[in-house]
C-alpha cells in the first residue's frame, strides 16, 4: 500500500534527537512517507545549541510549493520556525489550504535554554491549526502568565483556544519538571472545543527528553494522516513518546540531554536498556 505523506516544517537538528530528523524518524516508526521543510539549521548537540543559521522565508516557501506541487501533505506540523517573515510564509501556505491537519508545536525554547522562536512569529500560525500543542513555558509565553499546575495548564488549553487553534494540549513534561509536577505523573490538558480533559500517563524517570514535544507533535500529525480524529490521535502520540522516553531510559548517548527511542529498538531486543 502507499504510504500516506506527512509533512514537517522545522529546523534541523545536528544532534538528530529533535527537530526535522526526530519527526522523520517518528514518521518512518509510523510507515509513513515524510516530508521536510527546513526553516534553519542548528549546530546543537545533546548538550546545547551552538548555532542558528536561519533559512531565507522565499526559499522555504520554495520547499513548500515544490512539495505541494508534487508531493501533497495529507497531515503537516510545525516546529521551530525561528523568524517572523518564515512564520508568515508559513501561515500564507496554511491560508491557501496547502497544509492540512496542520499540528504547530510552537517551539520558543529548547531543553538545553537555547530561544529558537518568538512568540508573535506563532501567533500568526495558530489560527490556522487543527491542533496547538505547547508545553507550559510556551502556553505562559503566550498567554502572558505562569502556567504551572494541572488546573493551569487545563485554564490555559481553553483560553488558547481563543488563538483561533481547534484543539490545544498543553504537554506537562518539561525537562525541568520539579518532583511535585512530575508526582502527579505525566499530565497534559487537552482542549476539544467542547470540553476539556486531562489526560494522565505514566512519568519516565529520565534525563533522556530532548525532542519529546517534537515527537508528540509529529506523531499528531502522522495519526491525523491516517485518519484518526483529533483526541485518538493525542492519546495515540501521548502513548507513543511514553515508550520513546522507556526504551531510551538507559541510553547513553552524549552527556546532556539524550533522544528517545523512536523505533522501539530497545523494546525488541532489550539492548540499551541495561
Ligand atoms: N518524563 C516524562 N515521562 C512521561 N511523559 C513525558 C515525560 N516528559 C514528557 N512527556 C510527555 O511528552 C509529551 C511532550 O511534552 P513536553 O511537555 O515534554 O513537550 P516539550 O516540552 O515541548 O518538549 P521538548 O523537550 O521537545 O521541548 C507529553 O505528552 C508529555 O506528557
Ligand atoms: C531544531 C530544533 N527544533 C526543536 C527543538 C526543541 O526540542 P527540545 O526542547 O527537546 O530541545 C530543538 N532543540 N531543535
Not at 19 to 29: E, R
Not at 215 to 244: H, Q
Amino acid at each position: 500500500m502507499t504510504p500516506p505523506i506527512v509533512l514537517t516544517v522545522a529546523g534541523s537538528d545536528s544532534g538528530a534527537g529533535a527537530g526535522i530528523q526526530a519527526d522523520l524518524k517518528v514518521f518512518a516508526a509510523m510507515r509513513l512517507y515524510g516530508t521536510s521543510v527546513i526553516t534553519a539549521i542548528t549546530a546543537q548537540n545533546t548538550r546545547d545549541v551552538r548555532g542558528i543559521f536561519p533559512v531565507p522565508a522565499e526559499m522555504v516557501t520554495e520547499q513548500i510549493t515544490a512539495l505541494t506541487d508534487d508531493l501533497p501533505p495529507v497531515a503537516v506540523k510545525t516546529g521551530m520556525l525561528g523568524s517572523t517573515a518564515v512564520a508568515e510564509a508559513v501561515s500564507v501556505a496554511a491560508r491557501s489550504g496547502l497544509l492540512p491537519n496542520l499540528v504547530v508545536d510552537p517551539v520558543l525554547i529548547s531543553t538545553s535554554g537555547r530561544q529558537l522562536g518568538v512568540v508573535n512569529a506563532i501567533e500568526r500560525l495558530l489560527p490556522y491549526a487543527m491542533v496547538a500543542t505547547p508545553n507550559r513555558a510556551e502556553a505562559s509565553a503566550i498567554l502572558g502568565w505562569t502556567v504551572s499546575t494541572p488546573d493551569d495548564m487545563a485554564k490555559a488549553a481553553g483560553q488558547l483556544a481563543a488563538t483561533g487553534a481547534r484543539y490545544v494540549v498543553v504537554t506537562g513534561g518539561d525537562a525541568d519538571a520539579d518532583a511535585e509536577s512530575s508526582a502527579d505523573g505525566a499530565v497534559d490538558a487537552l482542549w476539544t472545543g467542547d470540553g476539556l480533559r486531562l489526560l494522565r500517563g505514566p512519568w519516565v524517570d529520565t534525563r533522556n527528553t530532548h525532542g519529546t514535544g517534537c515527537s508528540f507533535s509529529a506523531a499528531i500529525a502522522g495519526r491525523l494522516a491516517l485518519g484518526d480524529a483529533v483526541p485518538d490521535a493525542v492519546a495515540f502520540a501521548k502513548e507513543y513518546v511514553a515508550r520513546a522516553l522507556l526504551g531510551a531510559q538507559g541510553w547513553e548517548l552524549g552527556s546532556g540531554h539524550g533522544p528517545l527511542d523512536h523505533h522501539g529498538w530497545s523494546g525488541r531486543d532489550g539492548r540499551g536498556s541495561e
